[in-house]
């Protein structure tokens, strides 16, 4: 594209030096609007992809979050586990892996290390409570555990659940952004596409759905505050390690 302009540019000078000192004929007047009307459109091009780049194509703004707030879906009875939390994603520029924070609480505390499954599903909608989310958002037509928000199990540990997830294959723009789609929080552990059944292949068989949201973007801070909650915790962590050892 430089290099067209750069001709272009050439040419109109060519034109107007060949005028100096000469009647300028309609031939080579109209060779001069036609090299003027093909210099306006290529400094249009250059405009609007330069323009473009400078809005959101790579620089140090092109970074995105979103939050989305867990509630207990609407439509589970008041005997099931009420999970609330918030959910964090951090996407540093388009087409990077998406980063995540998951904190979450309200899990049934049991003895042993429960894991649940965590996956983004198709639609935005809790009308229906979780139930009106659709089936995983799969935008390549491929099976489980191959979709976008397929973000896997996670451990839960007295009752809650709290992890940073990088290196995630959803993200916050583009075509197959999830941003309006629901996070959807599950009661079972995801099979991983080994349950030898359709389903496994369709959903895991997570089983019930336990809480959700709807994915939004926000501003930096609260990923800011998460991230730094998040060093003060592995410190803390590290300290009770060492004094123990
Ligand atoms: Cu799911
Ligand atoms: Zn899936």
């Not at 780049?53 to 009420?82: F, I």
Request: hydrophobic fraction near 40%; include cysteine; charge should be neutral.
């Amino acid at each position: 594209m430089r290099v067209l302009l750069c001709a272009c540019l050439l040419l109109v000078a060519c034109a107007s030096d060949a005028e100096v000192g000469s009647d300028v004929s309609d031939a080579s007047y109209r060779m001069q609007e036609q090299i003027r009307d093909m210099y306006a459109k290529v400094t249009d091009i250059w405009e609007e992809m330069t323009g473009r780049r400078a809005a959101g194509g790579g620089g140090p703004d092109a970074t995105l979050h979103a939050a989305c707030q867990v509630r207990p879906s609407a439509s589970l009875d008041a005997a099931q586990p009420q999970v609330t939390g918030l959910v964090l994603f951090r996407q540093l520029a388009p087409g990077a892996r998406l980063e995540a924070f998951f904190e979450l609480e309200g899990f049934p505390a049991e003895p042993n290390n429960a894991s649940r499954a965590i996956h983004v599903h198709q639609f935005g909608d809790l009308s229906q409570g979780c139930e009106s989310t659709g089936p995983h958002y799969n935008p390549l037509g491929v099976q489980h555990p191959q979709h976008p928000g397929d973000f896997g199990n996670f451990a839960v540990r007295a009752g809650s659940l709290w992890k940073y997830r990088p290196g995630l294959a959803a993200a916050l723009s583009g075509p197959h952004s999830i941003v309006g789609r629901a996070v959807v929080v599950h009661a079972g552990e995801d099979d991983l596409g080994r349950g030898g059944n359709v389903a496994s292949l369709e959903n895991g068989n997570a089983g019930r759905r336990l809480a959700c949201c709807v994915v939004g973007l926000c501003g930096a801070e609260p990923w800011a505050r998460q991230a730094q909650e998040h060093a003060e915790r592995k410190k803390r962590r590290r300290e009770r390690e060492c004094k123990a050892a």
